[in-house]
């Protein structure tokens, strides 16, 4: 009986030690599966988090379209259980791009001035701006009198005093301050806002404020006194997405308005059916606001998109290339060129001349021959992103023209209130050209003209024309064969091949041969450079936007 007992006692032991062993286990693996769903859920909140900040990229590119936008602004929201805030900066300020240190100090508004502009975001979204400064009514309890101190993803300020400022440091060295120019930092800067005294019976602070202490990397800073704009409005978008504390941010980097230069072929109507036919080939967007047709095996290598519900004829043996698939695009909305602006254009203009207007391209250099302003090939330098404007002699004088042709060296964009013609070969002096890809020149031309863009009379056989080409014309009742590009006499004797290097945007499609054959064959190929970096102040196309690099901070 005893050793009945005996083994009872010992099972139940053994029992006992293997329940708390058991416990033990259970109470790791609760821990460790705890472990693993916080983990799992930070993983989740981490992606939710990047996902929150590209949407909201996306709303600040929203932002850009509807506001005329010249001053950095910060876009807040929430989406799902996340929020974000979104930082836009103005490129077009030009300034030191890229990843940066900065330290040391600046004055903010020395002279107490409504002109003293001022904004620092904080990486939630919420902002201090000048007025907050000027209306601040606290009671510091000892001096300095200290604002705000910690982080900062963005600082819009507008110093103004007497000289230049020298206490900011730029990668390490002074980075002087002018006290008339628009400075923006972005990036990720920890400062303290504060001034040094108080006034003694208020005890509220006294001015001037000034930002010390400050200290940050990867920073980006422009500064309006510089212009690398190349002719185009550019922004930078840095949005911070934030869910259950975990942050990612989202940058997005040269936003601009897309321009008409990304179009291999645009047309709004034309004579009849306008065909495209065998042996043509478009590496860019086509797009008409009319029935296409289409023979032989022409090949569309980007998206080709009509406003009708299918073809006029074809598309036979075509080849559609282009994304989103299937490559073409039936009932696409009524794009316009009624918005080009050529008051804006006016105003841009490096050059303006009035009247009959010669320019032969020479290299870096335009021979100008016009009448009124006493110029006989007469030289001018071009300038890095050059705009020369040609207007008409008077209200009744009807189209009074520029005639174009020559050699560029250099980016430049003529634009006329009449009519562009082209008198001669045009062509980059940079002929470093893969036809089937990249153009590895870093000239370009645009041609504008409100009425037509015409091959003039005489012209060599197998014209070489370097430039993207649009003929803005007139939606008035009437005019509809205005704003084409053409040849002057079609019937002229056969002259080979137009040789187009570029892109044609015309209201009316113009005739450049007849089969019979007369006149010019064509032979055009995309410039795909254009689509991305166009002609100086090349005109935009409404509320269509893109970016020119995309990344994660």
């Not at 005893?2 to 033990?24: K, P």
């Not at 998206?303 to 695009?329: C, D, H, V, Y």
């Not at 037509?452 to 803005?472: E, G, K, Q, Y």
Request: net charge negative.
């Amino acid at each position: 009986m005893n050793t009945v007992r005996n083994e009872s006692g010992v099972v139940l032991i053994a029992v006992i030690c293997f329940t708390a062993v058991a416990a033990v286990l259970a109470a790791g693996l609760m821990r460790e599966s705890g472990t693993q769903l916080k983990m799992a859920g930070k993983n989740v909140s981490f992606e939710q988090a990047f996902y929150t900040a590209e949407g909201g990229a996306e709303r600040a590119v929203a932002y850009i379209r509807q506001t005329d936008l010249t001053t950095p602004a910060c876009v807040t929201g929430s989406i799902g259980n996340g929020r974000y805030a979104a930082f836009i900066v103005p490129l077009s300020e030009g300034g030191a791009d890229g990843t940066n240190s900065v330290g040391g100090s600046l004055l903010v508004n020395p002279n107490n001035s409504a002109q003293n502009e001022f904004l620092l975001v904080k990486p939630d979204g919420t902002s201090i701006t000048r007025d907050d400064l000027e209306n601040d009514t606290t009671v510091y309890a000892s001096e300095p009198c200290i604002y705000y101190s910690g982080p900062a993803t963005l600082i819009h300020v507008k110093p103004m005093g007497a000289g230049n400022q020298n206490t900011f440091m730029l990668n390490g060295s002074v980075y002087a301050l002018d006290n008339s120019t628009t400075y923006d930092l972005v990036g990720e800067m920890n400062v303290t806002l504060q001034t040094d005294e108080r006034n003694p019976g208020t005890l509220r602070a006294k001015k001037p404020w000034k930002l010390t202490g400050m200290n940050g990397t990867n920073v980006t800073l422009f500064d309006s006194s510089l212009d690398d704009s190349a002719g185009v409005d550019e922004y930078e978008v840095r949005s911070v997405g934030f869910v259950n504390g975990a942050r990612r941010t989202v940058i997005l980097e040269g936003v601009h308005q897309q321009s008409w230069s990304k179009y291999a072929m645009w047309y709004n109507t034309g004579p009849g059916d306008i065909w495209i036919t065998a042996g043509e080939m478009f590496n860019g967007p086509v797009h008409a606001n009319t029935w296409i047709y289409i023979s032989g095996d022409p090949i569309f290598n980007a998206l080709i998109s009509t406003t009708r519900s299918g073809w006029g004829a074809g598309p036979a043996q075509a080849q559609f290339n282009g994304t989103p698939s299937p490559g073409f695009e039936f009932n696409s909305p009524v794009q316009s060129m009624a918005a080009v602006n050529f008051n804006e254009l006016y105003v841009k203009a490096d050059l303006v001349v009035t009247g009959r207007t010669r320019i032969n391209l020479a290299g870096t250099n335009m021979l100008v021959s016009n009448s009124r302003s006493g110029w006989v090939n007469n030289s001018v330098p071009l300038g890095s992103n050059y705009l020369v404007y040609v207007t008409n002699a008077s209200s009744g004088s009807g189209r009074t023209n520029v005639y174009v042709g020559g050699t560029l060296d250099g980016r430049l964009t003529i634009v006329t209130d009449s009519d562009i013609w082209i008198t001669n070969h045009i062509v980059y002096a940079n002929t470093n050209i893969d036809l089937n890809s990249t153009n590895l020149s870093d000239d370009a031309l645009g041609l504008v003209a409100k009425h037509d863009v015409v091959i003039a009379n005489n012209t060599p056989n197998n014209i070489n024309l370097f430039a993207h080409i649009m003929a803005v014309g007139s939606s008035t009742p009437g005019n509809h064969e205005d704003g084409s590009f053409k040849v002057n006499n079609i019937d002229r004797s056969y002259a080979g091949h137009i040789n187009l290097y570029g892109g044609i945007v015309q209201f009316y499609r113009g005739a450049v041969g007849r089969i019979t054959p007369t006149g010019y064959r064509k032979n055009y190929t995309f410039d795909q450079r254009l689509e991305t970096k166009p002609p100086p102040h090349y005109p935009c196309i409404t509320n269509e936007y893109l970016w020119t690099g995309w990344r994660e901070k």
